[in-house]
Nanobody, 119 residues
Framework: DVQLQASGGGLVQAGGSLRLSCAAS????????IGWFRQVPGKEREGVSS????????YYADSAKGRFTISSDNVKTTVYLSMDSLRPEDTAVYYC????????????WGQGTLVTVSS
């Protein structure tokens, strides 16, 4: 089974930085996408960023462009989301998820990690 473990959340002041990690295990195929999502209670889950295992192609939501950077380690078992210039509106529970390359839906989800940005 695919397992994803998200970590790295915490409390940070506005303008600060955090780096989230998503440790993946149990992925038995080479072509997949790992994405980061966030959710605030009472609001819909929002896709933040993703990275493909084949060519390292990345996606960023408009809210993340220029401030967040997604990357993976050389063996592609851990995906990072580096977040700079954090704003109070970035406060949310952040989740990582995985799907096979080309699939429309993410099928495996990790537990969330809470990011709180104080003003």
């Amino acid at each position: 089974d695919v397992q994803l473990q998200a970590s790295g959340g915490g409390l940070v002041q506005a303008g600060g930085s955090l780096r989230l990690s998503c440790a993946a295990s149990g992925i038995t195929f080479d072509e997949y996408v790992i994405g980061w999502f966030r959710q605030v209670p009472g609001k819909e889950r929002e896709g933040v960023s993703s990275i493909g295992s084949v060519d390292g192609s990345t996606y960023y939501a408009d809210s993340a462009k220029g401030r967040f950077t997604i990357s993976s380690d050389n063996v592609k078992t851990t995906v990072y989301l580096s977040m700079d210039s954090l704003r109070p509106e970035d406060t949310a529970v952040y989740y990582c998820a995985q799907k096979p390359y080309g699939a429309s839906r993410y099928s495996n989800w990790g537990q969330g990690t809470l990011v709180t940005v104080s003003s």
